[in-house]
T-cell receptor, first 113, second 109 residues
Framework: DTGVSQNPRHKITKRGQNVTFRCDPI?????LYWYRQTLGQGPEFLTY????????KSRLLSDRFSAERPKGSFSTLEIQRTEQGDSAMYLC???????????FGPGTRLTVL | EDKVVQSPLSLVVHEGDTVTLNCSYE??????LLWYKQEKKAPTFLFML????IEKKSGRLSSILDKKELFSILNITATQTGDSAVYLC?????????FGKGTKLSVKP
């Protein structure tokens, strides 16, 4: 499968724990995006990378959130000291150029107890 | 503040009906308008529109953009139960996409 992949698909954690998600974009896509989606809402932009450079971060991305793309390929999104309000679907997308459509992965569903 | 508004939020139709989904946007540095279909998983791409008045078609689906009035519509003709999904509209500004809440379409047999 050459689409965007995300791991894990589901994560249940207790409040206060740290979690890390991984996204592998479509090969040779140099742009990678993270979004968060809660029930009944459209995806909300969190951050995006062009190659290894993080070019934009949303106000939604608090200090507890950090994203990396160290070699310009896969990316990780870490949430420290999770809160119940962090429960959501975390979606990753990639595109070959800014002007192109973004292709989404299956998402990681986070539940914070 | 940038925003995308979709209407209606939900819609129930019968197979064979034609539906029109609406999307209006207010986005600085607007680049393009995208439509996605979401069925309990990740959004799948339908259309990207960058120019006004040029209709894009794919089978029974079609979409058009009006950059003067800042809106787009998605038409689905001869609906089928497999069209049941949430349809998301997104405006691209610089790099990221700004999504609406979506229109939940239910097609009854």
């Amino acid at each position: 499968d050459t689409g965007v992949s995300q791991n894990p698909r589901h994560k249940i954690t207790k409040r206060g724990q740290n979690v890390t998600f991984r996204c592998d974009p479509i090969s040779e896509h140099n742009r990678l995006y993270w979004y968060r989606q809660t029930l009944g809402q459209g995806p909300e932009f969190l951050t995006y990378f062009q190659n290894e450079a993080q070019l934009e971060k949303s106000r939604l991305l608090s200090d507890r959130f950090s994203a990396e793309r160290p070699k310009g390929s896969f990316s990780t999104l870490e949430i420290q000291r999770t809160e119940q309000g962090d429960s959501a679907m975390y979606l990753c997308a990639s595109s070959p150029r800014r002007a192109n459509e973004q292709f989404f992965g299956p998402g990681t569903r986070l539940t914070v107890l | 503040e940038d925003k995308v508004v979709q209407s209606p939020l939900s819609l129930v139709v019968h197979e064979g009906d034609t539906v029109t989904l609406n999307c209006s946007y207010e986005v600085t540095n607007f680049r393009s308008l995208l439509w996605y279909k979401q069925e309990k998983k990740a959004p799948t791409f339908l259309f990207m529109l960058t120019s006004s008045g040029i209709e894009k078609k794919s089978g029974r689906l079609s979409s058009i953009l009006d950059k003067k009035e800042l809106f787009s519509i998605l038409n689905i003709t001869a609906t089928q139960t497999g069209d049941s999904a949430v349809y998301l509209c997104a405006a691209r500004s610089q790099g990221n996409l700004i999504f609406g809440k979506g229109t939940k379409l239910s097609v009854k047999p």
